[in-house]
């Protein structure tokens, strides 16, 4: 199957501070990148959808100020957290897919955010 | 918006014992997944059906996609404790965007 991968895949911040965390495809060119955030014990929650060079598509309720995502080329996306409050504390997990592969989203192992 | 109504929500079993979880939609979808999640990592993909009444293995895993397409049932058979994890199924949505829409999940037990 497809690489997805991830990094850092968990980090503790300061309060006020900015986060980057990277998702790479690693044997493959990624049409699309998807953000997800998952709290405990449900389901992942989509937060953006990412194209390559273009801007990325929010989802409702979803600060595009607050999780800024750059996808620069088909293999890397980034989603940063800035000025993280506790309340971003969660599991942010990656996704990427290619049309050439039918569009089906490989994920990545997930950062762990824990703001203090 | 879309749901996906995946249950059981749960499932204490013991080895060995077949199992079952199937998720319903409202909406029809193109395409059906079926992931599973371990504590602290990433969902990986156990099964994709595309097709209304596909019926697809992957060792152990059986899946399908509803001749409705607006449902899929996922069958572990003989259990084994390396099953122990969170089952997610997924349908993909109609349009350009390929977005997912998540069920709720099954969280599965098995008793050694």
């Known amino acids: 199957g497809a690489v997805v991968s991830q990094h850092p895949s968990w980090v503790i911040c300061k309060s006020g501070t900015s986060v980057k965390i990277e998702c790479r495809s690693l044997?493959?060119?990624?049409?699309?990148m998807f953000w997800y955030r998952q709290f405990p014990k449900q389901s992942l929650m989509l937060m953006a959808t990412s194209n390559e060079g273009s801007k990325a598509t929010y989802e409702q309720g979803v600060e595009k100020d607050k999780f800024l995502i750059n996808h620069a080329s088909l293999t890397l996306s980034t989603l940063t957290v800035t000025s993280a409050h506790p309340e971003d504390s969660s599991f942010y997990i990656c996704?990427?897919?290619?049309?050439?592969?039918?569009?089906?989203?490989?994920f990545g192992a997930g950062t762990r955010l824990s703001v203090l | 918006g879309q749901q996906l109504n995946q249950s059981p929500q749960s499932m204490f079993i013991q080895e060995g014992e077949d199992v079952s979880m199937n998720c319903t939609s409202s909406s029809i979808f193109n395409t059906w997944l079926w992931y599973k999640q371990d504590p602290g990592e990433g969902p990986v993909l156990l099964i994709a059906?595309?097709?209304?009444?596909e019926l697809t293995s992957n060792g152990r895993l059986t899946a399908q996609f509803g001749i409705t397409r607006k449902d899929s049932f996922l069958n572990i058979s003989a259990s084994i404790p390396s099953d122990v994890g969170i089952y997610f199924c997924a349908g993909q949505q109609l349009d350009s965007s390929y977005k997912l829409i998540f069920g709720s999940g099954t969280r599965l037990l098995v008793r050694p």
């Open positions: 059906l595309y097709k209304a009444g």
């Open positions: 996704s990427a897919s290619a049309t050439l592969a039918k569009n089906i989203q490989y």
């Open positions: 044997d493959f060119q990624a049409t699309t």
